[in-house]
Every structure is written in C-alpha cells, then in structure tokens.
C-alpha cells in the first residue's frame, strides 16, 4: 500500500502505535495540536533542528528506510552532543512523497524510535506532509543542560589543546563506497575482490548510521574538561573554522596525529588519493571536537573515566592568531582545506546539515 | 543573486542579521549547535511542529515570500493557541531550491519575523538545506502553559456547547479567488466587474496572512472557560470530527448559526455552491474550537472580558452517541461531510497540515 492510498490520519495512527509509551514526564503526547513536557528542576532547555533530504543527504539506492529514519535522528542527536546536554524529546515532521510505500515510512519510523530508545528520547509529536518532491525528514530534538555546563563554539582560548573523538573520513569514504563516487570501478555491485582498497562495513555502517556521542560531550561539560565544542557534521575543516572564528582563535593542526579511520585510508590510498585532506574535509562522521585547557588534565581524566569509549585524541593547537588556519604534515605548514558548503558542492551528496 | 551562488553560511548570517536580538531568557541563540532558553518557572513546555510545501500548501504564483514566512509560523502559532499555551521560542528550517534569489529567502524571514515580534516569539535556531525539489519552511514553536490549563482535543462532554471563533470559509474561498480553481474565468488577472461574487481581500488575506487566536486560546484555558479545543487548520468538519473521536461524543450542527465569511458566501453562491458545505469543508481558516461546559457561562463571560476579539459563535453541541455526526439544516439532517486528508485530495492546494 502507498502513502497517497492511505490518508494523513490513517498514517499517522498506524506510526504512533510504533512508538512506545512516553514516560509520565509528558503529560501530552502526539496525537494533538501539541505535545506538553514538565520542566526538569534547574536545568535549562536546549533544542535544535536538522533535516535530511533525500538525494541531497541519503539516496534510496544505498540507505534502507531504517538507516534514514535513524541518521535523521542521529544529525540532531549529534548537535545535542555537541552542547553538553541530555536529549529528552523528539519530535518528527515528515515530507512524504505519495508513492511512498507505507511499510517504508514504518521502517523509517523504527529506526528513528529504535535511537530514540538507546538515548531516553520520546518522539512526543510531529507532523506528516504531502509532497510533489523528494522526501524531507525534519527533526526538532530537546533537551536538558545543567547552568554553566554547556558547551558552545565560542569557548576555546589560544593555547587550548584540540581533541577529536573517534575516527575521521569513515563515513566520506563509506559514502564513495556506497555509492560509487570514489572510482566508478568500485560501484554497488560491481564486485571488486576483497583486500586493500575494497569496500568497508565499518566505513559504509559510519555512513549509514552514525553513533552520535552523546555520552562523551555530557561527561566533557559535566566534568568542565573543555571550554569549547562543536560536532563533525560538515567535516573536521570546517569545525575547526567555525570553533576558531567563534572565539576569535587560529588552530594549527598536526596531520600525523589524526585518527582516520584505517578502511577509509587504505580505500583513498588504493586510489592515488590523499587520505589526510579527504578525512579533514569529509563530513558526517558526527564525532565532537573540543577545546581543552593545558591545565585541564585531571578534569579531562574525570571525565574520560566515566565515558572511556570513543577514544579521544589530541590532533592540534589554538593559537592566537585569528588568521592562522594551518595543516603542519611532518614541518611542512599547509592552509586548512575549506569545508562543505551545501550550495556550493551540489550533487555530491556529502553536504550536511549544519 | 540566487541561493547557490552564496553558500550556507553566508546565507545563513544575512538571514540571521534580520532578526532582533533575543530576550536575556535565550542563553545561546542561533549559530551554535544548539539553542539554549530558560525554562519559565511553575510553567510546562509544549512544543509542536509544522511545515509548509510549496505546490502543496501555498504556491509563489499568488503567495509573496513574506506572505509564506508568516504562514509558516502562523499555523504553529495556532496550535499553541488551541492548547491555550503562550508561545516563546521558535526553530526554522528551511529546504531551500538553490535557484531561489536570496532576496525572496530574506523576505520569508522578514513575513516570519514580523509575526514572531507580534506574538511575543523568539527565533532561537534553525537550519538551512539544499533541495532539488520544492521549497519546504519546517517550523518548530516551543511555549509554556500553567500545570492543568491546557485544552486538549479529548476534554468535551454530552451537552456540551460547540463554540468557534471568528469567522469560516474565508481561507478556502480566498484560495479559490487566488489560484482561480474555483472557476477558472475568476483567475488572477482575469479582471472581473466587483460585486456580488467578486474577488474579495479580506478572504485572500485569511488565506494569505491567517491570524492565529493565540490569545483568545490563552484567555478561554486561562479562565477554564472551555473543556477542550482544536484549531481548524484541516477546517470545522475535520476538527468536529477529531474532537468528537477523541472526546467519545457526537455532535450536532445548526447550519443556520454558522458564522460563514460574507465575502466567501457571496463568491460560493454567485457560481452555483453551497456556502454551508464549502465553509464546513474549507480548512485554513486557523480558527478556534472549544467545547464549553453549559454551566460555564461565568467563565466564559471572564474570558471574553479580556479577549473580546474575534467574536465567538455557539454553533451546536456535543452530543451522547458517539456516532453521531449531523448537520441539521433547518430541520432536514444531513451527516457531517467529511475533512481534508493531505493525501487522498491531491492537487487542491487547500490541504493544511495537521
């Protein structure tokens, strides 16, 4: 059955009913003009909103119905990371195509409720339209922060130490391996046999369904290990940029100590590429970069012993310098490449909601 | 210049520029991952989202930008009010066609701004996305409510009084006059005599430029005047319909009562309709319906006292049998058509979202 043979409320009955029952802190629900939510004693509420377009952000051909409900909430999860705060509430507004088979949006649906579940997060309303277009997936997520314990782009100092989570240019590789923009050799299907260079399930599962690291950015405000963070939605180029102008600040980075992810490195190198600029460049890994005071490192043991995992790993400096914007690969100082700009790069479908 | 030549975060500084500078409760506005707002003591939140489509909900052809901005936070602005909640704090996002000239993206903002001042509303956040399809304005409202004076769509009861505010059918009518689909001499530019039946400005305006009962919902849940209220966006006999279901009551109409919009009357008889049923059908108009207890007239009288404007008008009453569904005219009864459903009316322009 389609979407367009179904009805708005027909649809929507049948997503609710895949939703768990919201916990007693939301004494209204979806299914109303608007959904109501008690307060949480002495914290303040965060929200933010990002959306996923399809073939912009996700093509059918490589993401299932799941993989998008869940990256949907993922991107939004992400942000949350980013200011130190707990998620609590969702709420979704779909923009269906009418040919749309219904079993797909319920596939959808599951993936986004199944990261919800992971992460406390009730979808407590939202909203479904009809479109002549490609879908569109918005989703607005709140949450809690305690006072003084967030974190914004705007906190880093020269001298503070750079640190990223995780690995970098998984998910930009997962992506040219997905859909074949890396070498049109390598596209779905076409069968390459396995070994250095080949497609990668860590790379393409980075792609498909970032873990947002929600954990690590509430432990690192909680603890005050870091001044300053920002996640890796449009690519560790551009949130070093938008760190460093925020708080009037140049970074120089050092490219040997960056943590790219080992199948996107041998999938670059396999094709004479450069696998430091495209993981500094390549967006969606969704893991955070902090500021971390020199003198921070107990703060930053504190918080590294309640959330030991993803690693963290220290890839640079803030300097004084506003201006300076510099990649040191072994001495050798190169200008910061630019980042992703989602009118700028059309058609690659690596450009990311900010 | 066009939106892709300018790239996001230029685009999104321009747009960012526009807008006042938020209250001391907003502790991070736009331009970090996330937005921060203090909770309002003794309050609780309530959050709701929709979203405008372009060919679906509004088209450029008869909608200026500014005209879509202010619809866009509109029909959120009049889902608070049905919860007879104040709203505070709201999140944009915009699915942007690059093709757009960044002129047009600025006027939404300034149509969405205007209405937010008015309405004592914040932008908070927001994003920007690149589309190959339509335009999609996805917008987020956050407010507050005191504990046990929010209306919601399940509160009527047998015997209750079915009230509406202002005035019906104006919306569908000034969509009709806009668009020329209710009969296509009367199209744009097709330069009809005035008159009787003629092209009218206070329908297109409700079209255009609905204004949402923001503090009409506030005043009735303040002073516990109604049991439970819906706003018309899918129009009287979709919410009739919805506030029956949930509240587990019939209702029965008096056609005779029904306050249509003159201009909207005298167009539907001029070319051979039937106001009663286009104005029952017809959604948009983004008014008010509220169940009132019999022997609540005290309180009502309290909350007219302080929001005297739009008039409201006693138009039936909720009845035991919930399969009941009447509209009884001058003694003849007729079932209650049906509502607008978003996808099985393709191409009508006048679907709402929910």
Request: glycine share 12%.
């Amino acid at each position: 059955m389609k979407v367009k043979d179904l009805g708005e409320h027909a649809l929507l009955a049948r997503l609710l009913a895949r939703l768990p029952r919201p916990p007693a802190t939301v004494l209204v629900g979806p299914g109303d003009d608007a959904a109501i939510v008690t307060h949480v004693r002495n914290q303040h509420l965060v929200v933010t909103t990002d959306s996923l377009v399809e073939e912009i952000h996700f093509s059918r051909r490589y993401f299932a119905p799941a993989d998008i409900g869940h990256k949907a909430l993922a991107v939004n999860l992400s942000d949350m990371a980013a200011m130190g705060a707990s998620p609590r509430w969702a709420l979704l507004s779909l923009v269906l195509p009418g040919s749309w088979p219904v079993s797909d949006v319920e596939g959808l649906m599951d993936g986004l409720a199944e990261l919800a579940r992971l992460h406390g997060t009730s979808v407590v309303g939202g909203n479904i339209t009809r479109t002549n277009g490609p879908l569109v997936v918005d989703v607005t997520l709140g949450g809690d922060v305690r006072p003084r314990r967030w974190l914004t782009r705007g906190g880093a100092r020269p001298g503070d130490s750079i640190y990223v989570s995780g690995t970098l240019g998984g998910a930009r590789a997962g992506l040219e391996m997905l859909s074949g923009t890396g070498n049109p050799s390598t596209a779905l299907g076409a069968g390459r046999e396995p070994g250095a260079g080949s497609r990668d399930l860590v790379c393409e599962t980075r792609q498909r369904r970032p873990e947002p690291r929600v954990r690590l950015g509430r432990a690192m405000a909680g603890a005050r290990a870091a001044r300053a963070a920002m996640d890796l939605s449009d690519g560790l180029a551009d949130a070093l940029r938008q760190v460093a102008a925020a708080s009037g600040c140049g970074v120089r980075i050092d490219a040997a100590t960056l943590p790219i992810e080992p199948g996107a490195a041998r999938w670059w190198q396999a094709r004479g590429g450069d696998p430091v600029r495209s993981a500094v460049v390549g967006g969606e890994d969704y893991e955070l970069l902090f500021a971390v005071p020199t003198r921070g490192a107990g703060k930053l043991r504190n918080a590294r012993r309640h959330v030991a995992d993803p690693p963290i790993t220290k890839i640079g400096v803030f300097t004084k310098d506003p201006g300076e914007l510099v990649l040191d690969r072994s001495g050798e100082l190169e200008p910061l490449p630019m980042g992703y700009e989602h009118f700028r790069e059309p058609g690659t479908g690596s450009s990311e909601p900010s």
